[in-house]
């Protein structure tokens, strides 16, 4: 697939720790990366984030423009469970549940106002964070079930958005 920019919400070390402590019992290497993508386990360099929204390479100059007049401030997202949901080519996504937020929506929403791109409409986009992306359904759902032993809700705070070239991932601007 082509190289796209991508904004996203990124957590404090803090909030990146607790993500990470809740798939540590996995004993594979996990990746984030969909499967449009060439080399994914090596293109596996953006942190645990929430996907705002996605634009084309060509689309850089408007994708900046409309981050940068977004007014953020730091969000608390109530992370609910774990689930999986179907993905790119045949695969599966395993990812952290949000719970409805009203911060996180009307940020969603303003973006998605200027940006226009169906995929990312708040009112039809499962908010999540990726955990891992495989093809094989029984291996996410083996995985979604070593999360679920010990799982408790936790909260994880966003403390910018960040505009990204993608993949492998290098940083654009942080707002």
Not at 23 to 46: F, H
Request: glycine share 2%.
């Amino acid at each position: 697939m082509g190289k796209r920019i991508t904004s996203i919400a990124l957590f404090d070390n803090e909030s990146i720790e607790k993500l990470k402590e809740k798939v540590n019992m996995i004993e594979q290497k996990l990746c984030k990366v969909p499967y449009r993508e060439e080399n994914r386990e090596s293109v596996d360099t953006l942190p645990y984030h929430f996907t705002f929204c996605v634009w084309d390479i060509k689309e850089k100059d408007k994708a900046t423009e409309i981050i940068k007049n977004i007014k953020f401030k730091e969000i608390i997202i109530n992370i609910i469970g774990v689930s999986i949901k179907e993905s790119f080519n045949d695969s599966w996504n395993l990812y952290f549940d949000i719970e409805s937020n009203d911060e996180l929506y009307k940020l969603q929403k303003e973006i998605y106002n200027y940006a226009k791109i169906e995929k990312y409409n708040p009112d039809t986009f499962i908010p999540h964070i990726t955990i891992h992306c495989d093809k094989n359904y029984n291996k996410i759902k083996k995985l979604k079930q070593i999360i679920d032993r010990n799982f408790k809700p936790f909260k994880v705070k966003c403390i910018e958005i960040g505009l990204f070239e993608i993949y492998p991932a290098q940083k654009i601007e942080l707002y």
